[in-house]
């Protein structure tokens, strides 16, 4: 059963580019999340996608937008990118209602380099 | 969601108890305590959680005192695998999918 995967792995871009990155969700979830987590800081919260909508936001701009695919994988785009946007994405996926334990399922993330 | 506070480091020979505290004072009866730890270049893993009562799976086990102000995640018997970065986060709900994460722990098992 494979986890939640994520591509690229690593990322090099220049400022002023725009950037996609995508994720699958672990089999049976239907929910994904993604967080920016930058040198030495604890993950962050970007924003939250179900049924295809965007539920939650975090305090990102609006450069940073995502899409949720009918298959439940996401992709998350940047655009017009900043130094600051140097950092690890992580893509994690749930089951938004039932049973379980409310765990996320963290994939191994995308290293995005802005130079 | 209620703010946690860690230390930010320790050390724990291998083969012994890691003993990881946190605090968080202003936690709400409705919220539960969640512990993710994130090895080095690796996307963060679930640990445990729990809400009042002590839990204890097949990783680690989760203490929470009595009034619920901060609570111990204990790995009874660290090896250098369990070297990473550990996350305590309390949340209003298992349902409510965003984690705020803070600093973490950052436990280094010694041989």
């Known amino acids: 059963d494979a986890g939640v995967t994520q591509s690229p792995t690593h990322l090099i871009k220049t400022r002023g580019q725009q950037v996609t990155l995508r994720c699958s969700p672990k089999s049976g979830h239907d929910t994904v999340s993604w967080y920016q987590q930058a040198l030495g800081q604890g993950p962050q919260f970007i924003f939250q996608y179900y049924e295809e909508e965007e539920r939650q936001r975090g305090n990102f701009p609006d450069r940073f937008s995502g899409h949720q695919f009918p298959n439940y994988s996401s992709e998350l785009n940047v655009n017009a990118l900043l130094l600051g946007d140097s950092a690890l994405y992580l893509c994690?996926?749930?089951?938004?209602?039932?049973?379980?334990?409310?765990?996320?399922?963290f994939g191994e993330g995308s290293r995005l380099t802005v130079l | 969601d209620a703010k946690t506070t860690q230390p930010p480091s320790m050390d724990c020979a291998e083969g012994r108890a890691a003993n990881l505290p946190c605090n968080h004072s202003t936690i709400s009866g409705n919220e539960y305590v969640y512990w993710y730890r994130q090895i080095h270049s690796q996307g963060p893993q679930y640990i445990i959680h729990?809400?009042?009562n002590n839990e204890t799976n097949e990783m680690a086990s989760l203490i929470i005192t009595e009034d619920r102000k901060s609570s111990t995640l204990i790995l009874p018997h660290a090896t250098l695998r369990d070297t990473a970065v550990y996350y305590c986060?309390?949340?209003?709900?298992?349902?409510?999918?965003?984690?705020?994460f803070g600093s973490g722990t950052q436990l280094t098992v010694l041989p």
């Open positions: 994690a996926s749930s089951i938004q209602e039932g049973s379980g334990t409310g765990e996320l399922f």
């Open positions: 729990g809400l009042k």
């Open positions: 986060i309390v949340r209003v709900n298992w349902s409510a999918r965003q984690l705020t």
